[in-house]
């Protein structure tokens, strides 16, 4: 005897091709909006060299990111030889909860766009912060800036050298002084005329910079795109996209904004991206619309009956 063959148990297997694909596309959606990673890159450099507590460095956000997982963010400079860590922080998502109207738990979402300001206790605080997609040029609702130790774990970000330096994010704590391991973004200048000029954590900059568009090293040497020297209340910009480039950016500094010409038509692309939150709602009801219609065509015309064999 011939037994008829099994159907399938799959739950798309009777829903039509629009409403299975709708399906995928809400849950890929969902996962998208739910799974956040840490990604930040350096934007700008502050030093005043007269007080480090006048200090400053400047990140953008890439990609959402949850409180949370900004907790896991490590950031800070090395000593002017470039050989060792000498300034290490990472966020604390508690205080800023304690602080801003914006953040009422570890899961709400820093967005992509965002400027974030670290400074020592001379920069002044601003934690008035409100992203919408609605306003991506207005930068006063897109930065906020935290100083004195306030969100962050020590009193003071960077120390910066007014010759040579190297400032660097990391995924995770620094195992030791010269782990360099998790650093997701570092922008090295060297008062020499090699890129590879520097020590240790200097150079890991300059090797990762020939294929990680986060990394650059600028130096004095021909095309280095650096004087020499960080002059008091002086900066170093990013005037690319996530591609970096800091050659030839000395000036006065943006604190809390994009830099001019590509660096603000990047930021401004990222922080068209609707919110987060958007995504599912809109998702559900093409999935709705498109599930009623289903159910309106099936009415009208019953499929047929199986016969077995």
């Not at 995924?171 to 020499?192: E, G, H, K, M, R």
């Not at 240790?200 to 095309?223: L, W």
């Not at 690319?240 to 604190?255: C, H, L, P």
């Amino acid at each position: 005897m011939i037994l008829p063959l099994r159907k399938s148990s799959s739950p798309f297997r009777r829903l039509p091709r629009p409403l299975t694909v709708a399906l995928l596309v809400l849950g890929f959606s969902a996962g998208s909006a739910l799974e956040t990673k840490a990604s930040l890159i350096i934007n700008e450099i502050f030093s005043s060299t007269t007080s480090s507590s006048r200090d400053w460095i400047e990140f953008v956000v890439t990609t959402d990111i949850t409180l949370g997982a900004l907790d896991s963010i490590w950031f800070g400079d090395t000593n002017s030889s470039t050989s060792a860590i000498e300034e290490s922080s990472r966020f604390t998502s508690s205080e800023i909860i304690s602080n801003f109207s914006y953040f009422t738990s570890t899961s709400d979402i820093v967005r992509a766009g965002t400027i974030i300001v670290l400074g020592g206790s001379r920069v002044t605080s601003d934690f008035t912060y409100n992203p919408l997609s609605s306003n991506p040029d207005d930068n006063g609702s897109w930065n906020f800036t935290l100083s004195n130790g306030i969100g962050f774990s020590t009193s003071l970000p960077v120390d910066l050298s007014g010759y040579s330096d190297t400032v660097w994010i990391s995924s995770a704590q620094p195992a030791s002084s010269t782990d360099t391991s998790n650093f997701i973004s570092a922008i090295t200048y060297l008062s020499v005329s090699s890129a590879t000029g520097g020590g240790s954590i200097g150079d890991y900059v300059t090797s990762q910079s020939a294929t990680n568009p986060a990394f650059q090293t600028v130096h004095t040497g021909s095309g280095g795109g650096y004087d020499g020297t960080f002059v008091s209340n002086t900066s170093l910009s990013n005037l690319g996209d996530s591609d970096i480039n800091f050659s030839n950016s000395e000036g006065s500094g943006t604190r809390g904004n994009p830099n001019g010409g590509l660096n603000s038509t990047y930021i401004s692309s990222l922080r068209a991206v609707p919110e987060p939150g958007a995504i599912i709602p809109l998702g559900l009801l093409l999935l709705s619309a498109l599930y009623f219609r289903w159910r309106k065509q099936s009415i009208a015309s019953p499929a047929p009956e199986s016969s077995s064999l």
